[in-house]
């Protein structure tokens, strides 16, 4: 299994790479075009603000690669907004993969949302041998609004999506990396794809 996890400066990746260690696959990380293409599996991650990582990713032109690779390929946080048409975070725009956009949570609630909050409509073989209701970390002060690609909801003030699937393109907005087992059997069920 060659699995690689796109290093381009925004993203906690040790703790996924670790992640995935546990589950006993060495995932690489690299930022180079021709190793990233040659992957089995891809992990698309990131921590920050969405027009600085879009930034990132335009220097080593990875926003032209991304949208057409063909294998798997996994966005995880802020990875799955840049995926989306536009963010609010920054005025950006997005890779445009999936159809929807990037809002900020209304400052009626408590910003960002960090800690465990349940996923349900579970509707991918990402979720398989995971439950409805099922708890994930989430830590993000911005949402993914719902639409026709969400293989998964989550409410915080209100329905978003909190997974994405288009072809052979998934997101996620939680962080399966620090959610425990069924972090890990989503990251296992990814792999498995």
């Known amino acids: 299994m060659n699995l690689i996890i796109i290093d381009y400066g925004v993203g906690n990746i040790k703790s996924i790479q670790f992640a995935f260690k546990r589950l006993g696959i060495e995932a690489k990380l690299s930022k180079e075009i021709n190793?990233?293409?040659?992957?089995?599996?891809?992990?698309?991650?990131?921590?920050?603000?969405a027009s600085f990582a879009m930034q990132m990713l335009q220097t080593n032109n990875l926003d032209q690669l991304i949208p057409n690779l063909k294998q798997?390929?996994?966005?995880?946080c802020l990875?799955?907004?840049?995926?989306?048409?536009?963010?609010?975070?920054?005025?950006?725009?997005?890779?445009?993969?999936?159809?929807?956009e990037v809002k900020q949570f209304?400052?009626?609630?408590?910003v960002p949302q960090i800690g465990?909050?349940?996923?349900y409509n579970l509707n991918s073989k990402l979720f398989s041998n995971i439950s409805d209701q099922?708890?994930?970390?989430?830590?993000h002060s911005f949402y993914a609004e719902n639409n026709k690609e969400a293989i998964a909801n989550t409410n915080y003030g209100h329905v978003y999506a909190s997974?994405?699937?288009?072809?052979?393109?998934?997101g996620v907005q939680f962080h399966p990396e620090k959610s425990g087992a069924v972090g890990a059997q989503l990251l296992k069920n990814f792999i498995e794809l």
């Open 163 to 170: 997974a994405l699937q288009k072809d052979n393109f998934y």
């Open 134 to 139: 099922a708890y994930m970390y989430s830590v």
């Open 79 to 100: 990875g799955m907004q840049l995926m989306c048409q536009s963010s609010e975070e920054g005025n950006t725009k997005g890779l445009g993969i999936f159809h929807t």
């Open 72 to 76: 798997p390929i996994l966005g995880i």
């Open 106 to 110: 209304s400052s009626g609630l408590k």
């Open 35 to 49: 190793e990233i293409v040659q992957a089995d599996k891809i992990i698309f991650p990131g921590v920050g603000e």
């Open 116 to 119: 465990w909050n349940t996923i």
